[in-house]
Antibody, heavy 117, light 107 residues
Framework: EVQLLESGGSLVQPGESLRLSCSASGFTFSNSDMSWVRQAPGKGLEWVSFTSGSGGTSRYAGAVKGRFTISRDNSGNTLYLQMNSLRAEDTAVYYC??????????WGRGSLVTVSS | DIQMTQSPSTLSASVGDRVAITCRASQSVSRWLAWYQQKPGKAPRLLIYKTSTLGSGVPSRFSGSGSGTEFTLTIDSLQADDFATYYCQQYNTDLYTFGQGTKLEIK
């Protein structure tokens, strides 16, 4: 069974940094493109970042480009999202998702990031 | 960037009804359109990809249609388990965009 488990979410102050992790199991992680998608409280879904299976290709939404970095450890089956210069508008539940081609096939349960002073 | 607009934003229906949710793209996305279901406090679940292909384990009462800029998610014979929020999603030029969501409520 494919499983994705996010961790690392917490309450941070504006301007601080945070790293999210997503532990994957039940599939060949190194062959799978992965993404982060977030959802602000009471709002809709927003794609954040993508990485190819090898980690050689990354993409970012405009709202996070230059502040967030996606990476992966294929030997440890883990996806990361390094978030720097956090803002109040980054407050959201962050989901990692296994991609199949261009759509989000399987989702984790999410990790809550709260940015507030 | 391509914008996705869903209608209606809220839909009230009864068990057994047939309902349709529309998703319009600001420019053509061919058939690169997916639909997701999300229940409160839960992660989204893939329902349909490439406009009309059902995801794994998705009941056949769900169906999708359309192409270009207008797409429809149809649910036949609504079940109690179907009351949730539905999102469309497109893929174009290495970017992924979701609609704002349609909340399907019990009438």
């Amino acid at each position: 069974e494919v499983q994705l488990l996010e961790s690392g979410g917490s309450l941070v102050q504006p301007g601080e940094s945070l790293r999210l992790s997503c532990s994957a199991s039940g599939f060949t992680f190194s062959n799978s493109d992965m993404s982060w998608v977030r959802q602000a409280p009471g709002k809709g879904l927003e794609w954040v970042s993508f990485t190819s299976g090898s980690g050689g290709t990354s993409r970012y939404a405009g709202a996070v480009k230059g502040r967030f970095t996606i990476s992966r450890d294929n030997s440890g089956n883990t996806l990361y999202l390094q978030m720097n210069s956090l803002r109040a508008e980054d407050t959201a539940v962050y989901y990692c998702a296994k991609m199949s081609s261009w759509y989000f096939e399987v989702w984790g349960r999410g990790s809550l990031v709260t940015v507030s002073s | 960037d391509i914008q996705m607009t869903q209608s209606p934003s809220t839909l009230s229906a009864s068990v057994g009804d047939r309902v349709a949710i529309t998703c319009r793209a600001s420019q053509s996305v061919s058939r690169w359109l997916a639909w997701y279901q999300q229940k409160p406090g839960k992660a989204p679940r893939l329902l349909i990809y490439k406009t009309s292909t059902l995801g794994s384990g998705v009941p056949s009462r769900f169906s999708g249609s359309g192409s270009g800029t207008e797409f429809t998610l149809t649910i036949d014979s609504l079940q109690a388990d179907d009351f949730a929020t539905y999102y469309c999603q497109q893929y174009n030029t290495d970017l992924y965009t979701f609609g704002q969501g349609t909340k399907l409520e019990i009438k």
